[in-house]
């Protein structure tokens, strides 16, 4: 079987029949210096939607967050290690997406108030509070979300 490099697109292979062979042939081209082959029109747009997936998965990371803050400030009876390991994560994923992608810093400002709708629906089903109970509003600034130390609610009890 010839190499992906060797046979090129025109043998069939596409974006749309098999994704993982495509990117794995278009990858052996580019290495083979064979643009003239390459598939540039899917390769353009799948390099631009790697960038929407980047603003999709920041806007994921906050979601999960808020979602967490509101757990921790509402339920203080219920803390969890995990709840607290959780929001250490998503702080420093966000962190490690906007260090990656210095363009996306202002983009969690951007999308605060859909993840926290979201975030709010999350924590009311999790919690069995009425969503209600929850501000309608995002009650956070971006930099406490994103503040290390800031934990809402009463610093008791306890996390077990």
Same mark, same amino acid.
């Given at each position: ?28 081209? /580019?290495?083979?210096?064979?643009? !003239? ?9 799948? /390099?631009a939607d790697l960038g929407g997936s980047q603003?999709?998965? /920041? ?48 983009? =969690? !400002? ?16 999790e919690t069995g509070l009425p969503e209600r109970?929850? =501000? ?25």
């Amino acid at each position: 079987m010839p190499k992906l490099a060797e046979r090129g697109p025109d043998a069939g292979v596409s974006p749309e029949t098999d994704y993982f062979l495509w990117t794995q042939a278009q990858a052996a081209l /580019i290495r083979a210096g064979r643009w !003239a082959v390459l598939d540039r029109e899917a390769l353009a747009e799948e /390099i631009a939607d790697l960038g929407g997936s980047q603003k999709s998965e /920041i806007r994921s990371r906050l979601t999960i967050l808020l979602h967490h803050l509101l757990k921790w400030e509402f339920q203080p009876q219920q803390r969890k290690y995990g709840w607290r390991a959780t929001i250490v994560e998503q702080r420093v994923n966000l962190d490690d997406l906007v260090t990656m992608s210095p363009s996306l810093r202002g983009w =969690p !400002a951007e999308v605060v108030g859909k993840a926290y709708r979201l975030a709010r629906v999350r924590a009311a089903d999790e919690t069995g509070l009425p969503e209600r109970s929850f =501000p309608p509003d995002c009650p956070y600034t971006l930099a406490d979300i994103l503040d290390e130390r800031f934990y809402p609610g009463p610093e008791e009890p306890d996390v077990t």
